[in-house]
């Protein structure tokens, strides 16, 4: 097949009717065509200019490629268009950051991307790549950009229409089944997955495919890469396509090497990096004030969260929380997302489904709110969905509310007002679709009902329900912070429990991915002092064990890819371990026995990310990292940097020791020498606050994750650093 021929196949024929084949007929430097679309018979004309084909149809006089694909004939933008502004609409007055980096640009916002959705001034694929944490807000740059295309589009200033593809809750591996659930979703007319292509690279469509990581973590990142290859394959070097995953699972360079090596050429390849990052404090602080806060509550705010916290803050879908009701998050004392869900189920229960009943009937409401929302997330989580019918909503507040002792009236009230439980907002799935008002408030109550079914169902049970959800890396954090308060009994049978289910399951099937991604959070969320982890001859896909205490053994383990920053494994040993790539720095602590690895990503805070391959290399900037452990060991440096990491994990310590954490702590025979120096370089903070009972006494370290690293980027600040290390330093030696 000649060169014309090939351009008028990848064009045109994926709109053919089916039964219906398009035929070509080449004559010369020209070729004529007929294909029939929609019972319609079209006919035409194309030839090559510059190498890039030019066509002219009977039925539509003096129309490009493009307009004539744009048309109701063809993809009918118009109404594809239409319905993305309506799907979008949520998000029109969003987050008004400049937080937006491209390349090596910083600052940016919105308008700045769209300025890139354009077709390249010469033929070549445009591939942006969108990075950032979790809920850093990817998504919502991603839909906002959905909606002002297709806004544009309809005002008729020239814009592509972006096409937004994610999982949405489903288990999707492949980006083919993906695109055409999206084209479902938007009701996209009569255009199919195998129009796409010709869509993107004839400038019709732009695609954007959003939690590419979410999207493979399903069943394995094989599947997920073959197809958008084979999908990049079709473009033929045109067209722009838009990706977003989390950084930490994503590296766009490798990205860009990739297609590379995929086209052998990179003159044809565009590939724009694009990070969001957390706005400034002082950004964040304009935003909730606008909100309507004063200076006031912005100050109860800000001693409230230490610089750590902020971080976790400056997210938008924290940030959101806080301008709406942030009078109520100012009143708790635990973790942000504890705060969150604390203060929404007490509004929810006593001011809301509560109106007219007696207030002593509060808290059994209360308790009935929670099991009905961890029933609502476990039945998303089993039916691998981010929605739940209305009918099902009411059937659990039916049976959480049978449990309490309001009156059979009272109960009758309440359920009939199940569909406007506040954390149940309205779904795009249809009017009585209902779904959480973000992943991270449904993650909270499906960890507790993933923990109860570990620990209280049988085995096979608790098996069954892993086989059919998704357990992602964004659930596992949430999952760890849960797991953490319960008793050392809970934690020795939760391992014991996501082991044996581990152990009985493939690695690359869905139940063996979700069982190790678990087991790895059940690791990271128990206590230091509870019995050793031993774990012994289990092939993992990618572990995270980022910022955990180890003590225990991994002996004959083989990992994908280990990520161990910030945790101290001073007193975990690994024997016949071997990694593919092995993720640590500058907090992570080592201990003597070493996993055997591949390549070795290694962040510091005064340099990049460094990528090392070189097995001398590797050994050598590991045993940097062993060599901590000598002083770790010393009793007052190990536990300043048991205090450290209980604060970073946003804890208050109780000066009375009221809680098993608190006093290991505070009894310890050094606990008045470390706070004395801590007192003494500024570093405690101590306030009076209630915890649920009687105000207490409660202790807390200023910015501890510089302090446990020792360095900062202020000088001033890094001098500080230095000082109060050297005083602990001078201490613990003489002991040692």
């Known amino acids: 097949m000649s060169t014309i021929s090939k351009h008028v196949e990848m064009d045109l024929a994926p709109f053919s009717d ?30 090559l200019v510059d190498g890039v084909p030019a066509y002219s149809f009977n039925a539509f006089s003096g129309k490009t490629l493009r307009e004539v694909l744009s048309g109701s004939t063809f993809a009918d933008l118009d109404t594809l268009t239409r319905h993305q502004a309506s799907f979008h609409r949520e998000v029109r007055d ?35 790549v969108v990075e950032g944490p979790a809920g850093i807000g990817k998504t919502r740059l991603i839909k906002r950009l959905c909606l002002s295309q297709a806004e544009a589009f309809g005002a008729r200033r020239g814009a592509i229409p972006l096409l937004y593809v994610g999982s949405r809750g489903r288990r999707l591996s492949r980006l083919d089944d993906a695109i055409a659930a999206s084209l479902q979703d938007v009701r996209a007319g009569n255009t199919t ?99 309507g806060a004063d200076d006031a509550a912005l100050t109860k705010l800000e001693d409230l969260l230490d610089p750590t916290r902020r971080a976790y803050v400056l997210r938008p879908v924290f940030l959101h929380h806080l301008r709406t009701d942030l009078a109520g998050v100012l009143e708790g004392e635990t973790s942000f997302r504890q705060l969150i869900v604390d203060r929404f189920v007490r509004r929810e229960a006593d001011e809301k489904l509560a109106c007219g009943l007696p207030p002593e009937e509060a808290p059994s409401l209360r308790r009935a709110v929670v099991r009905t929302l961890t029933e609502v997330a476990g039945d998303m989580f089993e039916r691998d969905r981010d929605w739940v019918d209305a ?47 973000h992943d991270e408030i449904r993650h909270w109550f499906l960890a507790g009902y993933v923990l109860e079914m570990l620990l209280t169902r049988p085995a096979d049970t608790a098996r069954s329900m892993l086989e059919r959800g998704t357990v992602s890396l964004d659930f596992v954090d949430v999952f760890v912070e849960r797991g953490s308060a319960r008793a050392p009994a809970e934690h020795e049978r939760l391992l014991a429990a996501v082991c044996e289910i581990a152990r009985l399951s493939q690695v690359n099937t869905g139940l063996g991915t979700n069982a190790r991604t678990l087991l790895a959070g059940a690791i990271r969320a128990r206590p230091a002092d509870v019995e050793p ?13 980022q910022g955990a205490r180890l003590v225990g053994e991994f002996s004959a383990c083989t990992f994908g890819k280990l990520d161990l920053r910030g945790a101290d494994c001073s007193q975990l040993e690994f024997k016949r371990c071997f990694v593919h790539t092995l993720l640590v720095d500058e907090n992570s602590v080592l201990g003597c026995g070493l996993p055997a690895s591949r390549f070795l990503r290694f962040w510091s805070h005064s340099a990049a990310e460094v990528l090392l391959a070189d097995k001398s290399k590797i050994d050598a900037r590991l045993q940097s990292l062993v060599a901590t452990r000598i002083l770790h060991k010393l009793p007052l440096i190990n536990l300043l940097v048991r205090v450290c990491r209980r604060s970073i994990g946003q804890f208050y310590l109780a000066e009375d020791g009221h809680d098993e954490v608190s006093g290991d702590i505070i009894s310890d025979p050094l606990w008045q020498t470390l706070r004395d120096i801590l007192v003494s370089h500024n570093r405690l903070e101590s306030r009076v606050k209630s915890t649920g009972g009687p105000r207490k006494l409660l202790l807390h370290v200023r910015d ?26 001078d201490k613990a030696l003489p002991a040692a």
């Open 18 to 47: 089916i039964g219906s084949l398009l035929e070509i007929a080449e004559h010369g430097d020209r070729a004529s065509f007929k294909l029939v679309r929609d019972g319609r018979r079209l006919v035409g004309e194309v030839s």
């Open 94 to 128: 969003d987050f008004p950051f400049r937080n937006i980096q491209i390349d090596d640009r910083r600052g940016l916002d919105d308008h700045h991307v769209s300025e890139l959705l354009v077709i390249p001034p010469r033929p070549r694929l445009r591939l942006l």
């Open 193 to 291: 997955y195998a129009e796409v292509p010709s869509l993107v690279r004839n400038g019709v469509l732009a695609l954007a495919i959003d939690e590419f990581d979410e999207l493979s973590n399903s069943e394995g990142y094989a599947d997920a890469w073959r197809t958008f290859r084979d999908f990049v394959d079709q473009l033929s070097d045109r067209g722009i396509v838009v990706i977003s995953a989390r950084d930490t699972f994503f590296d766009a360079q490798r990205f860009r090497e990739a297609l590379t090596s995929w086209h052998g050429r990179d003159d044809r390849v565009e590939v724009v990096e694009i990070r969001v990052a957390e706005p400034s404090w002082n950004d964040a602080k304009e935003y909730i004030r606008q909100g």
């Open 391 to 437: 009918d099902t909503l009411t059937v659990a507040l039916d049976i959480a509310l049978s449990d309490t002792p309001l009156t059979s009236d009272s109960q009758a009230t309440l359920v009939a007002r199940a569909t406007s439980l506040g954390f149940m907002e309205p779904s795009d799935r249809g009017e009585r679709a209902r779904r959480f008002p």
């Open 533 to 545: 982890v031993e774990i012994e001859e289990l092939t993992w896909g990618n572990a995270s064990l």
């Open 704 to 729: 501890p994750a510089s302090l446990l690293s020792g360095r900062h980027a202020d000088p001033e600040q890094h001098a500080q650093l230095e000082a109060l290390w050297t005083e602990v330093r």
